[in-house]
T-cell receptor, first 116, second 110 residues
């Protein structure tokens, strides 16, 4: 149980376009979802936390107008990278937790974004 | 701000020998996690440590937690090639976020 999926697994886009990444909890209701970014050979950095039906809370230094996060249902959160630039190229990983186990995050498989 | 420090950052292991990865954190936390990441992949959960003195073992990996010293260790016994990966520790903050260490890249050589 506790499976989190992400789609797409890889995406290549042109500079200036927007890209949407989906994160789904397949077998549980995710009351909270987290979005991380990981640059090559670096650690995971938390970008934002989203609770179902609420606005996302962004970490310091993360542009909320550039990284739009929507958590419209208990099984789906989306991250939209708007006007993507090459420096946004990264590995984006989501995780999810549920109300009965807020100390456990289940990680998705990640999305590799390459902006040309 | 919670800081999590791992060392070493790189570890070249010889097959059959034992090694330890250290994880220090700066403020009190109720939970410490160890994850494994293979190249191009996401995180695989290894252990969650909940209390002082907690010790968990799975195969050749053993993790322990000393909350008074704010230190966790991941001990690898008789390293084998399959253990080559990057290992992260992470600490749960008061607002249920994870703060990650920098990661330890392990390479096991024959």
């Amino acid at each position: 149980g506790a499976v989190v999926s992400q789609h797409p697994s890889r995406v290549i886009c042109k500079s200036g376009t927007s890209v949407k990444i989906e994160c789904r909890s397949l077998d549980f209701q995710a009351t909270t979802m987290f979005w991380y970014r990981q640059f090559p050979k670096q650690s995971l950095m938390l970008m934002a936390t989203s609770n179902e039906g609420s606005k996302a809370t962004y970490e310091q230094g993360v542009e909320k107008d550039k990284f739009l996060i929507n958590h419209a249902s208990l099984t789906l959160s989306t991250l939209t990278v708007t006007s993507a630039h090459p420096e946004d190229s990264s590995f984006y990983i989501c995780s999810a937790s549920w109300q009965g186990s807020t100390d456990t995050q289940y990680f998705g498989p990640g999305t590799r974004l390459t902006v040309l | 701000e919670l800081k999590v420090e791992q060392n070493p950052l790189f570890l070249s292991m010889q097959e059959g020998k034992n090694y330890t990865i250290y994880c220090n954190y700066s403020t009190t936390s109720d939970r410490l996690y160890w994850y494994r990441q293979d190249p191009g992949k996401s995180l695989e959960s290894l252990f969650v440590l909940l209390s002082n003195g907690a010790v968990k073992q799975e195969g050749r990996l053993m993790a322990s937690l000393d909350t008074k010293a704010r230190l966790s260790t991941l001990h690898i016994t008789a390293a084998v090639h399959d253990l080559s990966a990057t290992y992260f520790c992470a600490v749960l903050t008061n607002d249920y976020k994870l703060s990650f260490g920098a990661g330890t890249t392990v390479t096991v050589r024959a």
